[in-house]
């Protein structure tokens, strides 16, 4: 095979490990020189091959380059962006490989979800069809757990170790405190559409009466009396109920929590988040005392947490896409697949791009109990191994290090390209 | 002396490492039985007192009480309730001294913030009034870091080291996310008049440009206009924003900013954070992309994240405290001293009950920028030593393991007592 550059980047929300995909990527490619010649990685995603603004790895040193194992986010700058059909927007896909081409760009690592694959799909497709030779792979990410196929996905095992983690170490906090004060402790984590982020509060019932007491799913339309009589009961047989909730929860008509139908100072509708809507609920109906915590970014950005094998897992598809492109496989993602057995093992395969994109992954019914505020064993089976192993990063001055990137831009080439 | 038993209770809002101290007084009070038979602990603090609900920690395992040292929260439970003064409630005083007689008690050891030294400051002038001998001493605990005359307060070094981490890792997504998506990330922490939790964050920042950008204290009256005119400055200088704000902020009128003035769907005044009424004000005013997060006990519990500093410290006012009851000292405090020199070095010192009581340490205003909205060096220079170090929990099954306890209780000898 010729020598020709590669081109990196992330895409969508970013986790605590996306960047041990990414060491992954060019900690493999470095070891194949004659093969791939410069990683470029793009300024803010797919934006960066868009608008020419591509950073140049290969300035970067062995030891930066290691460091993103444990450095969280996106280092080269992630985005929000999703290409449209080639149909409704032909100009980006051909300014893409139109950048590609003057970059001597051969080989298309996308490292992020659903809609990620897709567009790395659609380029696949394209540069087929324009005889442009590219080599389009796939990296799976996404603190959702949502993407088809794959056993789980690289982020979502340190976004559930900090949930459980968290939710273990706060329950033990309102048990402290329940007889004269807070009762009630609503904790909201992410998950717009799927449940496991909350799912994984789950495994930090230990013991029987262990928080959570509740777990509100996003797969089960939300009812308010049913829940309502589980918190009284909770309070009544433990003292307190610790109450999980995923920002996705909502009604059967599919109105969500958060909507809870304030208005602020300016008569705007109130931005708040489900927490405090059920926190509200809770005082209205029941009278009892409560707090409430919103983690937002603060779940998938807690490297300081991570699981360790999510790391592993997050490097291992990162280096895996490197090895697929070398064995001259094309339009295909690597996943992880949990091998039979009591004890967890698993290994990479792969997929199809094809097969990949656009499919969401929801929890099945029957890891949900069956009053549809907890999880099953087969649940807790499922996540149990995900969440394995502490992998912490180095500290200095009591603060977890990052790796601190030059960004050499690469020199452009082309005319500016608005997106 | 003679052996006589001693009282341990926790008090007020727990941290993640009050267990420390718990395991300093226990292990250290074990070490010494010729002179403290056992040591009771009350069930929910000072409330166990009343109720003569004492725990047996006699009946716990050495690797029981170990492991206080890594186990978040009140293992015993706390309490929020204040004695009210010997005058308004003499009831209250003589009952504790009734329970302390029927268990012969001669040592109380009362872990706990301002309000809990003065009651400890009370019991120990009412027992030398009614002649009971007792000693009364103090250990210090909070995480609001507002105690006199102690350099700094166990339990406060770990919730700082939580929020400066989270400040980091959190401010790390945004700056990935911001060329397309979220450019102003709000992060609410505690701290209702001191600002010394919010101030943490400011550790994060290691280089120009790094979060925290803008951090709101509960000590400077809130600006709208200037803090407005910062966040727009930081986004247009780095792209995005990341705010810290204690939960203590107000305007200068009192007026808290997380009253919003909103209101939910029943009329009720809204129940909402600070965080939320910031990014209301942000979006409103500068139409900026936001997401916030509202750490709440979660910063407080956070033990897999606790400074070992602070765990050191908690572990050693415990100890102390059995110390200078065996000294024959009484009515003091144990408290941590600051060496002078450029290493930090500390060592135990001591206060009188009578000076710590009711006394609320702010930050002084030389440790808040020009501005109002960050630390300065002095501070920089008075923080960085407590987060120092991590002291990581056990963990099994990828979680965090705790002190599971038997909590026998004693044989009650008295008739009931209401609370």
Known sequence: MAKRNAFYAQSGGVTAVINASACGVIETARQHKQTIGKVYAGRNGIIGALREELIDTSKESAK????????????FGSCRYKLKSI?????????????????????????GGGDSQDTAHKVSQLSEKMA???????????VDNDLPLTDNCPGFGSVAKYVAVSTREAGLDV?????????VFILEVMGRHAGW????????????????????????????????????RSVSD????VVV????????????????GGKDAFGHAQLGGVAPAIATMVKESLGYKYHWAVADYLQRAARHIASATDVEQAYAMGQAAVEFALAGKNAVMPIIVRKAGKTYRWEVGQAN????????RKMPRNYISADGFGITDACRDYLQPLIQGEDYPPYKNGLPQIARLKKVMVAKKLKPFVV
């Not at 930066?64 to 280092?75: D, K, N, Q, W």
């Not at 230990?206 to 918190?231: N, S, Y």
Request: charged share 20%; aromatic share 12%.
């Open 353 to 360: 791009l094809a097969d990949v994109a656009n499919v969401e």
């Open 197 to 232: 982020i909350a799912a994984a509060a789950g495994l930090a019932q230990e013991e029987q009466g262990d928080p959570p007491h509740v777990i509100i799913f996003p797969e089960i339309a939300f009812d308010q009396k049913k829940f309502l009589a589980k918190v009284k």
């Open 238 to 241: 433990n003292g307190y109920c």
């Open 245 to 260: 909730v995923s920002e996705g929860a909502h009604y059967a008509d599919g109105r969500f929590l958060s909507e809870s």
């Open 175 to 183: 048990a402290s405190m329940c007889e004269s004060s807070t009762k």
């Open 64 to 75: 930066t380059i290691a460091a993103l194992r444990y450095t969280p986010a996106g280092a």
């Open 87 to 111: 149909e409704a927007n032909r100009a980006e896909y051909e300014r893409l490989l139109e950048v590609f081409k003057a970059h001597d760009i051969g080989y298309f690592f996308y490292n």
């Open 132 to 142: 442009y030779p590219l080599t389009c792979i796939g990296i799976p990410k996404t």
